[in-house]
């Protein structure tokens, strides 16, 4: 019997993850954990267990207690967040890999997910349609440590056999939960204020395209890797995930198509320097190849759903 244990489900993408792999396979298959002593609001009615992903001991012990067979682990300090932080975000970033790792080693569990991000690649990455293998020269502590985890999971994958599968996702775009701690986070902030306030000051630059996806088309990509035979796995690093890339001078015009007054103006900070080393467009063809990834929305169904759907009191 599969029993699956989300590692981080209260950040931005657990939460969604732990409500969608509940709906495919039952609410009793599914642990939520996250080290908050309350589950969020959207997980009242799910199991959660309070779990720090450092504790190798009570990790071990919730594994073997619940008969643990997949991990997804989403523990993680997020880009613009691990600057201020470096050696801890290090630390959690990497010590928590390395903990899930070896339980699948130990063939305690069966499968692991670790996100990656487009946060390995660097100012010599090829900019427009970074392909799966490339230049990489992260300049961030979490693309460092990104770029690390990749590597490892490899290794333990051709060293040891573990069955570790991986995603680099891009921005992330969603209306269920706030973002956390990215330097993609314009993308989901400008909607809180665009329908709040009818403005909105944005931390990048006019003409930075970055690629972005809508949250729904990335857990559903998550799942269908995890899901697919090993055989099709031919990447132990991390798959290139492709959704839409654009500006947030684009974004603002998409919006505008809704909220005709809807202004905009510039204040980069710095997380415009992150923004700047990271790629304007992905190449996935080759997680297409592998296991039939397929993008479903674009700029304007983003923008569509994101403006019917969010909740600008969550955020204020």
């Not at 609410?27 to 002593?37: G, L, M, N």
């Not at 589950?39 to 643990?68: A, F, I, M, R, T």
């Not at 880009?79 to 305690?108: I, R, Y």
Request: proline share 5%; net charge negative; hydrophobic share 40%.
């Amino acid at each position: 019997m599969k029993k699956i244990l989300v590692i981080g489900a209260g950040g931005q993408i657990g939460t969604e993850l732990v409500l969608e792999l509940s709906n495919r396979f039952g609410k009793d298959s599914v642990i939520a954990s996250d080290i908050k002593d309350d589950s969020p609001e959207l997980l009242k009615d799910h199991k959660y267990v309070k779990l720090n992903v450092l504790d190798k001991e009570g990790l071990n012990d919730l594994v073997e207690k619940e008969s643990v067979t997949d991990i997804y682990l989403l523990a993680a300090l997020l880009s613009a967040t691990a600057e201020n932080q470096p050696k801890f975000a290090w630390e959690l970033n990497m010590d928590g890999l390395f903990n899930v790792l070896d339980l699948a080693k130990e063939e305690k569990i069966k499968k692991v997910f670790w996100p990656s991000s487009i946060a390995v690649f660097g100012p010599s990455t090829p900019k427009d349609k970074t392909p799966q293998q490339t230049v990489m020269e992260p300049t961030t502590v979490y693309g460092i440590s990104k770029q690390a985890g990749e590597q490892w999971c490899a290794y333990y994958h051709n060293k040891y056999g573990v069955d570790v599968r991986s995603i680099r996702y891009p921005g992330l775009i969603s209306y269920s939960s706030l973002p956390g701690g990215g330097t993609t986070d314009y993308a989901v902030d400008i909607f809180y204020h665009a329908k709040e306030y009818g403005k909105y000051t944005s931390f990048l630059d006019k003409d930075t395209a970055l690629p972005m996806m809508y949250m729904e088309d990335a857990i559903r990509a998550t799942i269908e890797l995890m899901e697919a035979p090993e055989s099709n796995i031919k990447v132990r690093t991390s798959y290139n995930l492709s959704g839409v890339s654009f500006t947030p001078k684009q974004l603002a015009e998409a919006i505008k198509q809704h909220i005709p007054d809807f202004g905009i103006d510039y204040a980069p900070d710095y997380r415009q320097a992150i923004a700047a080393s990271w790629p304007s467009s992905i190449d996935d063809q080759v997680a297409k190849n592998d296991w039939g990834w397929e993008k479903r929305y674009d700029l304007n169904k983003i923008v569509s759903v994101m403006l019917e759907k969010v909740n600008p009191t969550l955020l204020f």
